[in-house]
């Protein structure tokens, strides 16, 4: 009966405690899960030793913490004195985080240094924007005075334009009919031109009637018309005396003497045609037209004279 008793305790504290092993092997696992997270987080590098773990004296120092542990358990502490503390980091594992601080810090001075240059910048570039935004306004009042005068001025050129299309226009209108006028005068002076030319012409058509129409015309004329037959009747006695040239041998042959008498007979009349032509203002012995001007008459009678003088050695 004792020893049912005794195989009955033994399998429930055999089972109790193999609960309580299997609990504390979980729990371990969970802080071992809780540190390692932790770690991670912050980028750790944890170490083990194993031989730590079958290190006697740690094993009793954790078998004296645990009956310290069980002896106040017992024992219900005030609340104020039960506060979780973590234990201390061991200076090998901070490493890394000191660095990752230290870097953090000098980030951060970084960042607050960029800041403050920032800050510099925006208010430097406040301060532009201002001075702009017054350059701006300074500007656009400049321009509306510059548009205002602009406007000013082109008011007034479109009047001084206005004002010369109206004057040009006037003048154009005055030579217009100044151009008129002088057209019409220019006309009737033409008129009047040829009218004088006409009368004119007519007065010497009258005037050439009545002096033809005078004794003395008609005299000279009937002289003028005797002599230039006398002319042609010496013409044709000099084409009989051949022998010229033998007679010049010899001045005092009877064909020299005639030949000369009937020179000096020539010469004679011929003077005295050119005379009456310059008088009655008649061609000798040409075919010359009354249409033909004044001068050219004279100079057309000056070269007949001159004709004859070398035609007939006259000098």
């Known amino acids: 009966m004792v020893t049912d008793m005794l195989d009955g305790l033994q399998t429930i504290v055999h089972s109790e405690v193999e609960s309580e092993l299997i609990n504390t092997?979980?729990?371990?696992v969970l802080l071992l899960r809780q540190l390692f997270s932790q770690a991670e987080k912050w980028y750790l590098k944890l170490q083990t030793d194993i031989s730590e773990l079958e290190n006697r004296e740690l094993l009793e120092q954790v078998a004296e913490f645990e009956k310290s542990e069980f002896t106040s358990s017992n024992k219900k502490p005030s609340a104020d004195l039960i506060k979780p503390k973590l234990a201390p980091i061991n200076e090998g594992g901070s490493e890394l985080?000191?660095?990752a601080v230290a870097c953090l810090q000098e980030e951060n001075e970084k960042l607050k240094a960029r800041l403050k240059t920032l800050e510099t910048q925006a208010t430097a570039a406040l301060d532009e924007k201002s001075k702009l935004e017054k350059s701006l306004k300074d500007l656009q009042m400049i321009q509306e005075d510059q548009k205002t005068d602009i406007n000013k001025d082109i008011v007034e050129l479109e009047n001084q334009v206005a004002a010369l299309?109206?004057?040009?226009?006037?003048?154009?209108?005055?030579?217009?009919?100044?151009?008129?006028?002088?057209?019409e005068d220019l006309v009737t002076t033409k008129h009047d031109l040829l009218k004088v030319q006409d009368q004119l012409s007519t007065a010497e058509k009258e005037l050439e009637k009545k002096f033809q129409q005078t004794a003395a015309y008609r005299n000279m004329k009937e002289i003028l018309t005797k002599k230039n037959e006398l002319i042609k009747d010496l013409r044709r006695r000099l084409s009989k005396y051949v022998l010229f040239s033998l007679s010049r041998q010899d001045p005092h042959s009877a064909p020299a003497c005639a030949f000369i008498n009937i020179k000096l007979s020539l010469k004679t009349?011929?003077?005295?045609?050119v005379g009456c032509s310059l008088i009655?203002?008649?061609?000798?012995?040409?075919?010359?037209?009354r249409k033909t001007d004044v001068s050219k008459a004279a100079t057309e009678r000056k070269r007949t004279a001159v004709l004859f003088f070398i035609t007939f050695g006259l000098k």
């Open 165 to 183: 299309k109206c004057q040009f226009e006037k003048t154009l209108n005055d030579s217009t009919a100044n151009q008129k006028f002088l057209e």
């Open 97 to 99: 985080l000191n660095k």
């Open 25 to 28: 092997a979980y729990t371990n």
């Open 269 to 273: 009349d011929l003077e005295f045609l």
């Open 280 to 289: 009655l203002d008649e061609p000798i012995l040409t075919g010359m037209s």
